[in-house]
Structure formats: structure tokens, C-alpha cells
């Protein structure tokens, strides 16, 4: 079956349009969960640095009671004995974690390690590298504030004040350490604090002071030895557990000092996580390193999966339906092409029976002696009704070749007076049965360019009209007249008419004037439509002309001929 | 002049065949298309009316074969199918006429009358027949006319036309009918007394003024006619 462009054209409307749609809203969709997937996989590996910092954090606080409640003393009588001395440098001995040991008095001045000749070289050098900070000199950080009392996690712990409890600050939060006044000193530091920590940068890299204050006053603390305090945290942190990805602990140079995890990062490769160190340890950044495989894995949600699955159901479902849609086009199409075919083949088929009918009763016309003058009516009744059955086929075959747009006019130089006088020749008998008298007045003698059997067949229609409707009227009236520019045929008669009404209706396929007019009286109700359509292609129109009494119909052909025509 | 009818709806081919002889050609028929190759090569016919929807072979076959073998004879298609494409097509094989069903004898009659004069115009000088006068008319074989004096064009039949040369030729006696019979529908396809009649009154319809009172073709009661000039 012959399918037109502009079928296509809406089929792929139907299924393309929509799935362009949900193509673009799937790829939107897949493209923010994409976005979701990453800031939930970054989330789940801060998470799990998090963790490890958590990890940090406990040992941090853990150090801190411990030198709080077990190493440093908390009452000093003079910060300047010798037996406080050697307490000190015997704590200093015995204790892994602690470097050197200072001790400020109230005045905020170095006591110990003792600015004098018997002291070590370590705790002269000590001496020398924070002197900056006895002075007051040094940028000194105090411990960050939390964003809010809620993402504050009370790290418990014996006789702890809160205002000096330790805080869990969530990685990345805006609670960092902050620069204390520059100029304050730890004693300043120690008038609202009962210890604390000192981070500064020294030399190779960030050195740690913890202190306390005493019950007098002064302050006592430690440098941390950098080397023990790593030692312990690595012995916190988890050398195995990760299934994938690594996890690497560096220093405020960007150095690793510690990592874990099967995965290799590539150079350059850039950490999916990274989050600091919890205070005093904040210049330390736990990085997480994700494989591709892992990343992969995360980002390449079910949500994709789902959303393809669903593009393509849709566009199956859509496929389906602009099938079954066209299926369903088709077997009407097919189906009205089938009765059309069907009309256009009975009607093929009943020419060859109607041609012998025709030519048997010509033949027996010949044969009948002069006199028989019933046996001639009676042929002559089966001579035009069978012309009747002839023009009734070429109106539904010109009705399906319209349908068809296959209805074409094959102009030349034509008579038309010769063609009118030929169709009413047809009729004259079927007029004289019906006692109509027929007046035909001739006036168009010049030849135009136009089809003749078109024209033949319009008027054909027009007197057929006029016998099965008019014939009451008892009169036809035929003329046709020329001027410069038209050629004009008018069938007109006496009968009822048509009421204005109908108009224009009359000359659409299949309209029927349903009123006692047409009561009892057969036709298919195209012989107009096809008339009209036939003017049409002929290169003129047809028209009801308003007529006071009975109808009339004028066709109108343009009076067009070539020069050759003209000399011929 | 033979005329071969190929036609499978065999009343039609009858009716034709009637057609034809009526007026005065004697034919040959053809059932389908095969049938119809094989008489065209051992009739050597006139011309040729050709259906095209027949069994065997096709109209539009036989033709294209027929042209194979002679460009020359004329060839009429006679079809149920009216479709513009079909008569290009069949005028593109070469075909001269193509009349669509259903059709009347006059206009199969008139039809095949031109195509006649075709045949008759491509004949050569030596074999064309001469026109002649009979009283007010002047008989023109080849174009199967006549011309009244007062211009008038008179369509003749080809019998119609041997009728009237064997009465010119016998210009003043009286012709029977056995010679009319033998002269004029040849063979041994002898009508019976009343076609003769009845193609003499149809005839004198024609040519004479007033048919109740002939003078060209006069009837000689026992015998036959007579022109008598």
C-alpha cells in the first residue's frame, strides 16, 4: 500500500517527539544523579576519613589526660628548685612521648630548662627554637570553635571542665583554629584555660607544646616528641580494612607519613577525599584515594539502569502503540482502497457485458423491419438504458480515479455545440418516454481547447439530473453562448428546483437533497461531485445558477486556443 | 479487406464478427492471444482488433509481435480499460486506435471505417480503386465515401461501396441477386433475400434523396436492381 509522506511524517511525530522528550529528561535525570552519586561517594569516603580522624581525635584526648592526670604535676612551689629540675628531666627520660619539658612562671617567664650553663644542649636548643613564644612573638592558634552546640561531640573524660572539653570538628567545617591576638603569650592563653596546645613551625615542620597550668599559676607542658606522637597515631589507624582505595595520612609539607589500602593512585592522580586533622594536628590531611574500578562501581548507579530499562519500555510502548494506530490506519485504508478497487474492478467487469448488450440491440435495431415500431421502442429502451449503466460506471470509475487523484482531463480543439448535440442524440429517447420536451439552442461555434468527454459527461450528468428529477416539468432546455472569454453551456428545466438551502451542498459526493424531490428515485448522489470536479480539471467551473423557476446549471469553460489551433 | 477479431468474451467477438461483415469485411476471429498470433501469420489480415486482457498472451503482446513482423498494418484496441496510462500504452506499441468499452456499433462502426481509409491510402497507385459517378453522387471507394452534388459527404460501408460498383459497373441492367450475393459478400457466407433488402434500404437512405422514390437503385421486382444512371 502506497504510503504518504505525510503518514510518515505523523508516525515518526508520534514516537520520536515523545522519546525525544524522555530521552532529554532521562539524560538530565541520569546527569544529576550522576552529580548525586559523586557528592554521595565523596561523602562516604569523608566518612570514612572521618572516622580515622575520630580515631585521631580519642588518642589526642587520651594524651591529654594522660599528661594532664598522670605526667605533668599540678602544683609548683618554685619554679625555680633544682629537685623540680631533675623531675623534670627525669620525666623528660623516661617518657617517649615528651621531647623537652618547660615550665613558665606567673610572670610568664622561662623557668625551666634553666637559661644557665649546667643546661643540656637539647634544652638549650629548645630554648633557642621557642623563644619566639616566650616572648610573645609567635602566632599562636587557639583551639577552634564548633559551628554549633549540636555538631559539638562531648569527648568524656574525668573532672573535665566544659569549657576546655576538646570538640570533634567535623572536617571541612568552618571551625578551624583561629590566630590568637599577636602578642598574647601562653600565659595570657592560660588565664581561661586549664591546658591547652601549642602547634608552631619551626624548622622541619609543626612542632606541638602541650601545657597546663598549675594550682599557683604557673605553667607547666611539654614539646611532644613529633616522632612518638606519630608512632602512636599509626598504631591507632587501621593497617588493613580497606576493600578498595587508599587512605594516606600526610604532614603540613604534603609528605605521607602513613597510608593503607590496595590501591596504587597513578601520578597526578587527585585524593576523591581529603579532610584535616583534628586540632592540635590541623596542618595533617587524611587523603582518600578512590581506583577507577571503585568510582565505577559507586557512580554507575541502578538509577541508569532503571532509566534506560524505562526509555526503552516507553519506546517499545510507543512503537507498539504507533503500530497498532497505523495497523489499524491501514486496515481502514486497505479496506476502503478494497471497496474502491473493488467498485472500480465490478465496474471494469460490467463493461464488456453492457458493450454486448448495447451492440446485440443495435444489431437487432437493424435487423427489425421498418414497421416494427414497438420492437424498435423497446430496443431503444435497451439501448439507453444501457448507455444509462455506461455513464453511471465512467462516474464511480472518475469518482475512485478522483479519490485516487488519478483524474485527469485530456484537452483538444473541441466543438462544444457537436458534444452538447451528441449527449442529448443519447437521451432523446429516454426524454421522449418521459414526454420532455427537449429545446437545444446552439450557440457556440467557435472550437476551444478542452476535453470532450469530460464535457460530455458533465452535461450528461446534468440532463440524467434533469429526467430523474425534473421530469415532472416536461421541459429541458439546453444552449450554450460564447463571448471573448468563456464558452458557457446552461441546462435548465421546470421542475421542483433546488431549495437555496442546499446551495452548495449539492454538488458534495454522496448529498442527496432528502426531501420529496428525491423520495423514490434511484442515483448515487456523486453525478454532480463529479461533474463539478470534471469542469475543474476541464479548466472552467459549474454552478447553480438561481433561476425563479425549476434549476438551472451553467457550466463556464475558459475559451482558450493556441495560435496553431487558431490557423487549424 | 480481412479483418482479424481477437476477443475472449465470445459473444462480443460474435458481435463484432456480425459488425464486420455487416458491413462487408470478411473476418477472422481469434479466442486468445496465442490463437490470435497464429491466425495473423496464416491469414495475413487487413487489419487487426485486438482485446487486451485475453488468456494465452496479453493484447499488448500480440501487438508488440504483430509490429515485430509488419509496422504497417493497422491495429485497434478494444478494452475495458479506460485508464489514461492504458491507451498511452497501447498507442506507444504501435497500436492506430484504442476504443474503451463499452462502445456502440456506430462507433465501432465509424472507427473502424477510418481506419479502412488508412488502409486503402497506403495501397499503391495501381491497387487503389477509382472513383466513379452514379447520377448525382460521385462514389469514392477508397474513402468509402460518396459526394452529392450539393456537397453533401455520404459514410458508406464497404459493401455498401461493392454494391454500388457492381451496379455501376452493370449500369443499366438489371443485377440479380446471386451476383449481388457472390459480388458483394463473397464466399459462401450467402445472406438470406431480406439482409440484401435491408441493406439496399438502409443504402438508399443514404444516397438517394427521397429513399420511398429511388433513382440510383432501382428494384427489379423477381430479379435484383439496377442502376440506370
Redesign the interface.
Known sequence: MFVRPRQIAIFLCIVLVPLAIAAWLGLKVARDEQQVGRHQFQSLLEGRLRDVDSTIARLIQDIERQFVDQILPTTIDDTRAPALFDELRRLRRTNLMVREVFVLDKEGGLTFPPNSADASPDERSFRQRTDAIWRGRAVLYEPPATASGDERTQVQGPERSPSTSMALIRPGSEATPTLAEQGDTVLALAEHRLYGWISWYWAEGMHLLFWRRTDEGHVIGVEVERIALLARIIAKLPAAGLDDGRVVLIDSRGHPMHQWGPYEPTDGQTAAARSPVTYPLHAWRLLHYASPAQTKAFLASSLRLNLILGFVALAVALLAMAFMFYRDYARRMRDAAQRVNFVTQVSHELKTPLTNIRLYAELLDTELDEDDERGHKRLSVIIAESQRLTRLINNILAFSRNRKNRLEANKSLIHIDDVVASVLEQFAPALAARDIETVFTPGADTPIHSDADAVGQIVANLVSNVEKYAADGKYLRVSTHQSAHSTSVRVSDRGPGIPVTHGDKVFRPFYRVSDKLTDGVTGTGIGLSIARELARLSGGRLSLVPSERGTCFELTLDRTITNDEERA | MKVLIAED?R??RE??V??LE?EGYATVAARDGREALERFTTEKPDFVCLDIMMPQVNGYDVCRQIRAHDTNVPVVFLS?????IDKVLGLELGADDYIM??????E?VARVRAISRRCFAQRPERERNQSFVMGAIEVIPDELRARRQDGLIIELSLRDVRILQVLCRYKGQAVSRDLLFRECWGGDRYPNSRTLD?HI??LRKKIERDPKTPKLISTVRGVGYRFDG
Not at chain 2, 80 to 84: D, Q
Open positions: 468474451d459473444p462480443m458481435a463484432i456480425d459488425i455487416r475495458a480499460k479506460s485508464e489514461e468499452k463499452p462502445f456502440g456499433m456506430k465501432f435491408q434500404s438502409q
